[in-house]
């Protein structure tokens, strides 16, 4: 199934040299995309999704550098966004003057365990949302305090600051009733081709795992370490930022933050990694 | 005032090459970049950053626009005695943040 990528680049190394006559160039150009048209269609039916036990998280497709200053709790910089989401837990916000900790009390107790349950589906909206969303929401209905914008640094913080409590611990998302709509949604948005490079998600992290694009391997986007450290980025992010990332990346249109489309995407992407271990805060390059 | 992570072994054997390794949040903007509106991204970096052992410097670093956000550094030096290790990074403006560490050498 990792044979039929890049047909295009085949395509183009095969156009005949200008010398020969005019007519057989086109028809031989005619029969190339007949052929590439049938090979791009097989590769579609041939998309399978990776089988269980050949999972591997994210972190075995980085340097081994980036693994050390991930698992080294000083060299890690998203440890540094982390003291200030500590020190949001414990800060009284909104017309309710309650902190987090006046609620949840100690976080890493009552937090292990959370973000590896995330996205979940939250009855109050009828959809699911993601862990940022369910924080927002937690500080407008429970504090009585303006959401966070997305990508803010007090949500990032907050966020990683509760993923960390996760670290080591299984991905549980639900699967139920509820939330398989959801899911086959994402799922169907990883497996559709999108933008004018007219790529899917799964193309890449489906079929092509483990090789290179540039200079970086293509993970399998088991999305266990989010929020992360990007080096590129030289801070912490969300897992919808590298979403629209990636999106952007193959000329598509990017979804707003907070979009229903990137929360199904991130559900199907953290239910295709159930059972994995957490690992945020990450390192990435 | 920046947040920053130091690790220093709380304990070590007197003549024993110990490693230090800091981290402190900062931006670390180069002044080569242009923001959305097209006006340049002033430069603001930490230039200068000091290490004391008991008051003896044992290491110092320049540091200049080509190191990434949130500098980490790491070194070596040789535990002599008990007592305290202090590091200072200042930035372009002067502003300097000094947090410090102990060490118990037997």
Known sequence: ?285 | MARALIHVPPSAKRGDVIEIKTLISHVMETGYRIGVTGAPIPRDIIDDFVCTYNGEEVFRAKLYPAIAANPFISFFTVATESGTLAFSWTDQHGATQVQTAAITVV
């Open chain 1, 1 to 285: 199934m990792k044979k039929v990528n890049g047909c295009g680049g085949r395509l183009l190394m095969r156009v005949p040299s200008p010398r020969r006559a005019e007519g057989t160039q086109r028809e031989r150009l005619a029969a190339l995309v007949l052929v590439s048209m049938i090979l791009l269609r097989a590769t579609a039916a041939w998309a399978a999704e990776i089988p269980l036990d050949q999972r591997r998280p994210d972190s075995d497709f980085v340097s081994a550098d980036s693994r050390a200053m991930q698992n080294d709790d000083t060299g890690n910089p998203a440890m540094l966004v982390l003291l200030d989401g500590e020190a949001l837990w414990n800060t009284k916000a909104g017309a309710a003057n309650k902190s987090c900790a006046d609620c949840h009390g100690d976080a890493e107790k009552s937090m292990k365990g959370v973000a590896a349950r995330y996205p979940a589906y939250a009855s109050a909206l009828g959809r699911p949302v993601d862990l940022e969303q369910q924080i927002n929401l937690s500080r407008t209905t429970d504090q009585k305090a303006p959401p966070f914008a997305f990508e803010s640094k007090e949500l990032l913080a907050l966020t990683v600051y509760i993923a960390r409590q996760s670290r080591g611990m299984p991905v549980a998302v639900k699967d139920d009733a509820k939330a398989k709509p959801f899911i086959a949604a994402g799922r169907a948005l990883f497996e559709q081709r999108q933008g004018q490079l007219n790529l899917s998600c799964a193309q890449c992290h489906d079929d092509n795992w483990g090789k290179t694009l540039a200079g970086n391997l293509i993970p399998q986007a088991m999305p266990t370490g989010y929020p992360i450290y990007r080096l590129e980025w030289q801070a912490v992010g969300s897992l919808q930022r590298r979403l629209r990332n990636c999106m952007s990346g193959m000329r598509a249109e990017t979804y707003e933050f907070g979009a229903p489309e990137l929360v199904d995407l991130e559900y199907y992407l953290m239910w295709r990694a159930r059972g994995m271990a957490m690992e945020a805060p990450a390192v990435r390059p």
